[in-house]
Each structure stands twice: as structure tokens, then as C-alpha cells.
T-cell receptor, first 113, second 114 residues
Framework: DTAVSQTPKYLVTQMGNDKSIKCEQNLGHDTMYWYKQDSKKFLKIMFSYNNKELIINETVPNRFSPKSPDKAHLNLHINSLELGDSAVYFC????????????FGPGTRLTVL | DAKTTQPPSMDCAEGRAANLPCNHSTISGNEYVYWYRQIHSQGPQYIIHGLKNNETNEMASLIITEDRKSSTLILPHATLRDTAVYYCIVRVGTGGTSYGKLTFGQGTILTVHP
């Protein structure tokens, strides 16, 4: 069974569009995260949610809005997509808040044309 | 967080031990050493972590020097599937709302060859 899953795996879209990426974890974890891996392969945290509550919000444009309908799901909605948003986005989860032992999903490769 | 330095790439023969070094000379007393790896086109995978004692699990061993300024991740019998980018991350331990913010540097590309 997949522990942390993301959909879609690939997303190709035009500049200016709005898109969403979905994440689900079946590990019963309390905390979920979104990370962005850029073209240079650096991976940095964007957001963290604990039991539907936002606890980390890094310097991310407000075009990015995470939403957590329940503690097993954390979706990422992106408005007015820009070329620079092209990256691989990873969802992760951890058993407790602030744990550095995180389980990552397979990633969503977003390409903005 | 303490800065870490890793070699950009290493090679290892299949079946041999892979020893991946990491320097973290500015590590603080309350910071742990974490290792993750990222196999091509997959998400990062947690491997192991430690504070000052050596640690071993089913995946690897972690050796931390006595002064804690460097560490080595050991994969005892490397296989082709261990080919990946290995990241050494120094972070304060679990807990609190400011923790869990992992930042991955460039890591070490380990290539295991037949």
C-alpha cells in the first residue's frame, strides 16, 4: 500500500492557469508538508500542516494556497501559474509535529509553458 | 542549522561497503545528524539519524566522530538499487512548530556499479 500518494504525477499547463495537486497519507500521521525541488535539485519546505492547522509557512508567494480538509489530506492550489513555478513538488508526512523523520510522496512534476 | 559539506559524487562496487562522509564542523550540541537519500525520480527517503552515538538500522550504519564534527553513513553491502543522491542534514531534534523544516543541499551522488 502506498504510504504517501500524490496526484497527478505530471502536470503540464499554460502560464496564468490555476491548478491543484493532491496529497494523501494513510500512515495516520499528524503532520503533512509540501516541498519544492527546483531545477538545481535543491529541495526546500513550503508549508506544514498539523491536524488541519497551518504551522509552517515559508516565504512562498500567496498564489500558493495549501488546504487540508482532514489530517490525511493536504492539497496545494496554485493560482496564476508562472514559468518559475515549474518544479517537482513533494508532499511528506511525519508522525508527530516537527519531526525530522518524514515520509515523502513520489512527487508531482509541474511544467508551466 | 549547521552547514554540511559532502563530496559531490562517489562510486562503489556492488557488494562492497559504501562509506559516505559528511562534515558538519559547526554542529551545535542539540543538533542531530540525519541522512536521507533520493533515488532518481522518487521522493526522498529517510535512512537514519543520530546525536552522538553510532547508530545502526536495517538500511545503514551511522558513525559520528567523538567531536561530532563529521559523520559517515555506511551501506554495508551496496546494491545497484542503492544508486541515489545521499543527503546529510543537521537539525535540532523533533518537536515544536519550528522543527521539521528540512532543507536538502546538493548531497552526494552515489553510483553503485556491477
Amino acid at each position: 500500500d502506498t504510504a504517501v500518494s500524490q496526484t497527478p504525477k505530471y502536470l503540464v499547463t499554460q502560464m496564468g492557469n490555476d491548478k491543484s495537486i493532491k496529497c494523501e497519507q494513510n500512515l495516520g500521521h499528524d503532520t503533512m508538508y509540501w516541498y519544492k525541488q527546483d531545477s538545481k535539485k535543491f529541495l526546500k519546505i513550503m508549508f506544514s500542516y498539523n491536524n488541519k492547522e497551518l504551522i509552517i509557512n515559508e516565504t512562498v508567494p500567496n498564489r500558493f494556497s495549501p488546504k487540508s480538509p482532514d489530517k490525511a489530506h493536504l492539497n496545494l492550489h496554485i493560482n496564476s501559474l508562472e514559468l518559475g513555478d515549474s518544479a517537482v513538488y513533494f508532499c511528506a508526512s511525519s508522525r508527530i509535529t516537527g519531526s525530522n523523520e518524514q515520509f515523502f510522496g513520489p512527487g508531482t512534476r509541474l511544467t508551466v509553458l | 542549522d549547521a552547514k554540511t559539506t559532502q563530496p559531490p559524487s562517489m562510486d562503489c562496487a556492488e557488494g562492497r561497503a559504501a562509506n559516505l562522509p559528511c562534515n558538519h564542523s559547526t554542529i551545535s550540541g542539540n543538533e542531530y545528524v540525519y541522512w536521507y537519500r533520493q533515488i532518481h525520480s522518487q521522493g526522498p527517503q529517510y535512512i537514519i539519524h543520530g546525536l552522538k552515538n553510532n547508530e545502526t538500522n536495517e538500511m545503514a550504519s551511522l558513525i559520528i566522530t567523538e567531536d561530532r564534527k563529521s559523520s559517515t553513513l555506511i551501506l554495508p553491502h551496496a546494491t545497484l538499487r542503492d544508486t541515489a543522491v545521499y543527503y546529510c542534514i543537521v537539525r535540532v531534534g523533533t518537536g515544536g512548530t519550528s522543527y521539521g523544516k528540512l532543507t536538502f543541499g546538493q548531497g552526494t551522488i552515489l553510483t553503485v556499479h556491477p
